[in-house]
């Protein structure tokens, strides 16, 4: 049968990009998602808001909802120092293997956990399994309908605490329209929005940066 669009995304990764530069694997799934398949990266032009936030934040612990092919953790895991890491959940378990391989050739599989389940499983787990006592940064990029359920219960599970900072892609496009009026309403947060373009598009997106106030 056919291959699938992350086994293309991968052989991409593995003809193109060199074992141990993530650099360079970023660029392989970049150049053939403009050139040769659509697939829902962040991307570059999303990409490099991310790292600068990342770089802003300097998180030591991050906290990914929806993995994919692992585009976006190697973004993220490139940039951190040593001693922090990125839990990424994905509950595909196609995607998950896919995303472990491009992980692994980007030589960052020790500044990465990636943990194959649902967001709502595994949330109330993150401190008794991890030991994570709270997430400087949760990048957003699964499911758009599940972004405001499972802030909720980040912030129910004490996983959210002053200072952390919520990166959420697509608030345009797809879009996540309760989840903004959530974080841009609340006095809880400081909300910022970061205009930009859907991946690999000339379309409106952007990302939405939430700083948690405390209670
Ligand atoms: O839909 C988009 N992303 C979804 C990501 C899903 C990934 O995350 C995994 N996942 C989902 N829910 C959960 C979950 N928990 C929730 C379920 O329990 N727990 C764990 N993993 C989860 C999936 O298995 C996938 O790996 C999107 C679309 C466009 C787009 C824009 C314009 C277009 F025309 C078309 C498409 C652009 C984008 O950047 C996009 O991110
Ligand atoms: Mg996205």
């Given at each position: 049968t056919r291959t699938s669009r992350p086994q293309?995304?991968?052989?991409?990764?593995?003809?193109?990009?060199?074992?141990?530069?993530?650099?360079?694997?970023?660029?392989?799934?970049?150049?053939?998602?403009?050139h040769r398949e659509w697939a829902m990266n962040v991307g570059d032009e999303k990409g490099s808001i991310l790292d600068s936030v990342v770089n802003?934040?300097?998180?030591?612990?991050?906290?990914?909802l929806g993995t994919y092919c692992g585009y976006s953790t190697v973004r993220i895991a490139r940039l951190l120092p040593p001693g922090a890491c990125v839990i990424t959940l994905e509950f595909n378990p196609d995607y998950a293997a896919i995303a472990r391989q491009v992980i692994k050739w980007s030589g960052l599989e020790d500044k990465v956990q990636l943990v194959e389940g649902a967001s709502?499983?595994?949330?109330?787990?993150?401190?008794e399994h991890f030991g994570v006592q709270a997430f400087d940064l949760v990048f957003?990029?699964?499911?758009?309908?599940?972004?405001?359920?499972?802030?909720?219960?980040?912030?129910?599970?004490?996983?959210?605490?002053?200072?952390?900072?919520?990166?959420a892609d697509n608030v345009i496009c797809p879009g996540t329209p309760d989840y903004l009026e959530y974080v841009r309403n609340s006095p809880h947060y400081n909300s910022q929005y970061y205009r930009s373009h859907l991946e690999y598009t000339k379309v409106e997106d952007g990302l939405e940066k939430s700083v948690f106030l405390g209670y």
């Open positions: 293309r995304i991968l052989k991409a990764v593995q003809t193109k990009a060199t074992v141990g530069d993530p650099q360079s694997v970023i660029t392989a799934i970049d150049h053939f998602c403009r802003e934040v300097s998180p030591v612990t991050v906290l990914e709502g499983d595994w949330i109330p787990w993150m401190k957003l990029d699964h499911w758009k309908e599940r972004y405001l359920p499972d802030t909720k219960l980040l912030e129910e599970c004490g996983l959210i605490q002053k200072g952390t900072v919520l990166l």
